[in-house]
């Protein structure tokens, strides 16, 4: 209930950013803001880590824990990678003079992609706790099939913003 929860009051929020960049684009003073070419390796990244965190929940599903650790300390390190490619985004345009108040376009990209990295950090955090949960031995299977299946299903949530977003 707590993942459907979060996962509509975001779908709604970022909607409305969606409803205002449309509207905005249309006054003479937009700017569009370049595409560089880590926005696409930052997207080859979420589509990776939802992949593996898709296996991971089949590996869970077949009690097949071991491998299931593996694959989630590799979606912590490719979501790491993901922000880390955001971080290094922003600071190309910022290189480049194109500041958040720059125009409206720009504020726009800085806003959306923070919301969007907020989202994947939270994100982090359960992983985290689930992650914590795997490498003690008194887990209960039930439980951790659960939140491995929450987990993928948030992630899975957060490459279809980002499509939207980066589309």
């Not at 960049?21 to 937009?30: E, G, K, N, T």
């Not at 390190?77 to 955001?86: D, E, H, K, P």
């Not at 922003?90 to 990209?109: E, R």
């Not at 209960?140 to 659960?146: A, F, G, H, R, T």
């Amino acid at each position: 209930l707590g993942v459907r929860t979060i996962m509509i009051v975001s779908t709604v929020i970022f909607s409305l950013f969606v409803v205002s960049y449309s509207d905005r684009m249309l006054i003479h003073d937009w700017r569009s803001l370049s595409e560089p070419w880590l926005l696409w390796i930052n997207t080859v990244i979420l589509i990776l880590t939802s992949i593996i965190f898709h296996k991971t929940k089949i590996l869970a599903d077949n009690n097949h824990f071991d491998k299931a650790k593996n694959n989630l300390l590799i979606v912590g390190f490719l979501t790491f990678a993901f922000i880390t490619g955001q971080l290094l985004v922003w600071q190309y345009f910022v290189s480049l003079g194109q500041y958040a108040s720059t125009n409206p376009a720009n504020a726009f990209f800085y806003v959306l992609t923070a919301l969007h990295g907020l989202h994947i950090l939270g994100g982090l955090y359960y992983w985290a706790k689930v992650t914590t949960q795997l490498f003690k031995e008194n887990y209960k299977i039930s439980k951790i099939k659960q939140n491995i299946e929450l987990c993928a299903i948030y992630w899975h949530f957060l490459l279809i913003v980002w499509f939207v977003l980066f589309g």
